[in-house]
């Protein structure tokens, strides 16, 4: 596709339920990246892959959060026993994953998935 | 690890007049700052970047400066039409341990943002 994709775009659980949260990057594009973006802040990382392993996970808040990324394209953010702290905007951003030593490769953002907790 | 500070929080301006926005950061490893546009319930748009090797680069009316000494980088939009209002975050990036082609990827840590509003 032209640029990175999300689905849903909007999801609305119930406080304690399991959700999915899909990302599609630019084709070709071995580096993948989550964020988080809460309203009126700007986006806070959550989790990068390099092709299909995680090359920095750090920015997880718990171990209800976890991603995959099983064949180095589609992305899954994965929120178990979800809580109302968790309503915010999921956005996922993709880049080429190589470049020369003056500094990394441009982000490309999709449109984010809106999440709600009720 | 590394910190971004961005300011003002909010800047108001006439059509036509400038408008700057600046930002500090912490971590001197970190070698690539983009700027990125976001309107309202929009996904953020890269706007311009600057790499460590360059002090500035300017692309239109928009134009960003990097003083690595300093630790601060600035963006600066000229003749400011009402369609610039939105909000501009700016950003530095984490280096990772994850080397690629002799360069370097990480996630990238945002300033809080600076909601921008131009007077017609």
């Known amino acids: 596709g032209a640029g990175v994709s999300q689905t849903p775009s909007n999801k609305v659980t119930e406080k304690g339920k399991y959700v999915e949260l899909r990302c599609d990057p630019i084709s070709g594009h071995t580096a993948l990246y989550w964020y988080r973006q809460s309203l009126g802040q700007g986006p806070e990382f959550l989790i990068y892959?390099?092709?299909?392993?995680?090359?920095?996970d750090s920015g997880l808040p718990n171990d209800r959060f976890f991603a995959v990324r099983p064949e180095g394209s589609v992305s899954t953010l994965k929120i178990q026993r979800t809580e109302r702290g968790d309503s915010a905007v999921y956005l996922c951003?993709?880049?080429?994953?190589?470049?020369?030593?003056?500094?990394?490769?441009?982000?490309?953002f999709g449109p984010g998935t809106r999440l709600t907790v009720l | 690890g590394e910190n971004v500070e961005q300011h003002p929080s909010t800047l108001s301006v006439q059509e036509g007049d400038s408008a700057v926005i600046k930002c500090t950061y912490s971590d001197s490893a970190s070698n690539y700052f983009p700027w990125y546009k976001q309107e309202l319930g929009k996904r953020p748009q890269l706007i311009i970047d600057i790499r460590s090797n360059v002090g500035e680069k300017k692309d239109q009316r928009i134009a960003v400066t990097l003083n690595k000494t300093a630790k601060h980088f600035s963006l600066h939009i000229t003749e400011t039409q009402p369609e610039d209002s939105a909000v501009y975050f700016c950003?530095?990036?984490?280096?990772?341990?994850?080397?690629?082609?002799?360069?370097?990827?990480?996630?990238?840590?945002f300033g809080k943002g600076t909601k921008l509003s131009v007077k017609p």
């Open positions: 951003a993709s880049s080429f994953g190589g470049s020369g030593p003056w500094g990394a490769d441009t982000q490309y």
């Open positions: 892959f390099q092709g299909t392993g995680a090359a920095d």
């Open positions: 950003a530095a990036i984490q280096p990772s341990p994850v080397m690629n082609y002799g360069g370097s990827q990480g996630n990238l840590i």
